[in-house]
């Protein structure tokens, strides 16, 4: 870590905490979800009530996976280029963030297949491998608490980080290439989309609403973190 980075970093331990307009904002818009989810926009009619849980199951998956998983493959993959502690940091915080939002995928999916297919759990294809996706983050984690070096634990981490997100593209082919229970494209599908225009509105408020939330934590993580290295390095001079 250069000296002025320490040194800009180590000044922000000092520095008031006041209200963190962005995290604010972003549960504010997600009341706001919640209200026009629950009481504006349709029922639908083949599933009923249970559907709704997709305004969370979905954007979810999105920000966790695509997202949070994106990150952490492109910090890696940075760190393992240039050697920036900064990127590092990203890396641990988008995959702390992508291991957050998938579990909220992977509570809120057997809730709405319990209610559509009649059975918690289906060992297919886009459902396991996104719980063996959740595994390898959780293990990129584990990895880092294990490793008591900072520049071997960072670059491992980076090794382990880009080959854990590598599995994203594969899931997000799985409902093309396998025939399961779990609902193809719908948002998304390259003919257009199936979804009733208020349903359309809803979801698209709510991914806004989760890329917000994910963006404010994003921030407080990283700013925790580069505390947490600056203070580390303050006990070793």
Do not use: N
Request: charged share 15%.
């Amino acid at each position: 870590m250069a000296t002025s980075s320490v040194a800009a970093e180590t000044s922000q331990i000092s520095e008031s905490e006041g209200i963190d307009r962005l995290l604010l904002t972003a549960i504010v818009a997600l009341f706001a979800l919640a209200i026009r989810a629950i009481w504006f926009t349709p029922v639908d009619a083949m599933l009923g009530a249970v559907q709704k849980i997709f305004y969370l199951h979905v954007p979810s998956a999105i920000v966790g996976m695509y997202v949070g998983c994106g990150l952490l493959v492109a910090a890696s993959l940075g760190y393992l280029w240039i050697k920036d502690d900064r990127l590092d940091r990203l890396a641990e915080s988008s995959a702390e963030l992508s291991l957050l939002f998938m579990g909220i995928v992977l509570v809120t999916g057997p809730i709405w297949g319990r209610s559509s297919w009649g059975t918690w759990w289906a060992w297919e294809a886009r459902i396991t491998s996104t719980l063996f996706l959740w595994l390898l983050v959780l293990g990129y984690l584990v990895l880092r608490g294990a490793v008591d070096g900072s520049e071997s634990r960072a670059r491992l981490s980076a090794v382990m980080g880009t080959l854990a997100a590598a599995l994203v593209p594969f899931i997000h082919l799985t409902v093309r290439l396998f025939r399961g229970m779990h609902p193809g494209a719908v948002v998304l599908k390259p003919e257009a989309p199936s979804l009733p225009t208020e349903m359309r509105i809803t979801f698209g408020l709510a991914t806004a609403s989760f890329l917000l939330l994910f963006a404010a934590l994003l921030r407080a993580r990283m700013r925790w973190a580069s505390q947490r290295d600056a203070r580390a390095y303050l006990e070793k001079v």
